[in-house]
């Protein structure tokens, strides 16, 4: 057209506001020519850490001298300033370990820089590519709303917590879960998690399934033990029988060490021990008591009761007969003249 014409422009806030979020405007343009199709103004964003909404604010264009050849369509334009400042979330730890009577695993982060504004990400517990913990067995698999509040301090911690299954079965193997935070637009994620780690408390407690067993006449008396909860391994129970009253067995008595299995399985199924009730004569009473378990990890304990009686009567035998002939050479040479009754003269150890 072959003229010129003055502009002036200038910003208006909006949601941004002049300084704090950009620069403001407020000036005439040098004198454009009217064959000049485009014009540049440069408004001066202000940089901060703090993770905050998009923003926006306006710049208007207005001539300076009013022509009627000359109109300005549109006489603004609206500028969004996109935040993309990350806040960097930080885990505590890099494994996180829960007791399983804990009934939750508590996972915590710290975030840095400070947010003007709530940010929102995602927690979620999962079970390992090579399963370990399972869901809903071991641990329950969720999605949780993790929420920065504004004017977080980076020393403070931010948690969620998920739910541990305490299934009361001993002797279990620890297992392990893990823990995945889902990607977000202001959110970026400093550390990975490894897992969360679960560590079985429940204990096991053996014990004789009574705590007195009596047998009647020669043969064989059971002494059986079990145990309080399930286990998912074998538990390996030693016993030790002793005279409690000076009885005679064997001739010359010695205590006598028993061993049995409780094996891995539910509770409650006894696992019982043979006691040779033949070898004792007269009335005797005996104590058995439970003196080593051992398993492969776990908590084992001894329970009540943990000792318990074996009282043997054979019937065969005179209760005096018990201290005055039960002695291996006497009962031989007794045995021999048919004068002690051979059941007796067994229980000494004597063959007749």
């Given at each position: 057209l072959g003229r010129t014409v003055l502009l002036h422009v200038k910003t208006r806030d909006g949601s941004a506001i002049a300084s704090a979020n950009y620069i403001s405007i407020d000036y005439h343009l040098p004198a454009m020519n009217l064959s000049v199709y485009e014009l540049t103004v440069d408004v001066s964003i202000v940089v901060n850490e703090l993770a905050e909404d998009d923003k926006?604010?306006?710049?208007?264009?207005?001539?300076?001298?009013?022509?009627?050849?000359?109109?300005?369509?549109?006489?603004?334009?609206?500028?969004?300033?996109?935040?993309?400042?990350?806040?960097?979330?930080?885990?505590?730890?890099?494994?996180?370990?829960?007791?399983?009577?804990?009934?939750?695993?508590?996972?915590?982060?710290?975030?840095?820089?400070?947010?003007?504004?709530?940010?929102?990400?995602?927690?979620?517990?999962?079970?390992?590519?090579?399963p370990s913990a399972r869901s809903p067995q071991d641990f329950i698999a969720s999605s949780v709303r993790l929420t920065i509040p504004p004017n977080t301090s980076p020393q403070s911690e931010l948690c969620v917590a998920f739910t541990i299954i305490d299934n009361k079965v001993a002797l279990e193997p620890n297992k392990t879960f893990s823990i995945k935070v889902l990607?977000?637009?202001?959110?970026?994620?400093?550390?990975?998690?490894?897992?969360?780690?679960?560590?079985?408390?429940?204990?096991?407690?053996?014990?004789?399934?009574?705590?007195?067993?009596?047998?009647?006449?020669?043969?064989?008396?059971?002494?059986?033990?079990?145990?309080?909860?399930?286990?998912?391994?074998?538990?390996?129970?030693?016993?030790?029988?002793?005279?409690?009253?000076?009885?005679?067995?064997?001739?010359?008595?010695?205590?006598?060490?028993?061993?049995?299995?409780?094996?891995?399985?539910?509770?409650?199924v006894p696992a019982c021990v043979t006691v040779p009730t033949f070898l004792w004569e007269g009335r005797s009473l005996f104590r058995m008591s439970i003196t080593k378990v051992t398993a492969a990890g776990g908590i084992v304990k001894v329970g009540a009761p943990s000792s318990a009686s074996v009282n043997v009567f054979n019937a065969g035998c005179l209760e005096n007969e018990d201290t005055l002939l039960c002695h291996y050479v006497l009962g031989t040479i007794l045995c021999q003249l048919k004068v002690y009754n051979q059941l007796c003269c067994r229980t000494c150890g004597v063959i007749c």
């Open positions: 926006t604010f306006s710049v208007e264009v207005s001539l300076i001298s009013p022509s009627s050849r000359v109109i300005i369509v549109p006489t603004s334009a609206q500028v969004t300033i996109i935040d993309d400042s990350a806040i960097y979330l930080i885990p505590t730890k890099a494994a996180f370990v829960v007791r399983e009577n804990q009934n939750q695993a508590v996972v915590c982060f710290v975030a840095a820089p400070v947010a003007a504004i709530p940010v929102n990400v995602t927690v979620v517990a999962m079970e390992d590519d090579v990607p977000s637009p202001k959110v970026v994620l400093l550390k990975p998690i490894s897992h969360v780690l679960i560590v079985d408390d429940d204990a096991v407690s053996v014990n004789f399934t009574s705590s007195n067993y009596t047998s009647v006449g020669s043969g064989y008396t059971s002494v059986c033990v079990s145990k309080d909860v399930a286990t998912t391994s074998n538990i390996n129970v030693e016993m030790t029988l002793t005279s409690t009253n000076g009885s005679c067995t064997y001739g010359d008595f010695s205590p006598a060490v028993y061993s049995t299995v409780l094996v891995a399985g539910p509770a409650g």
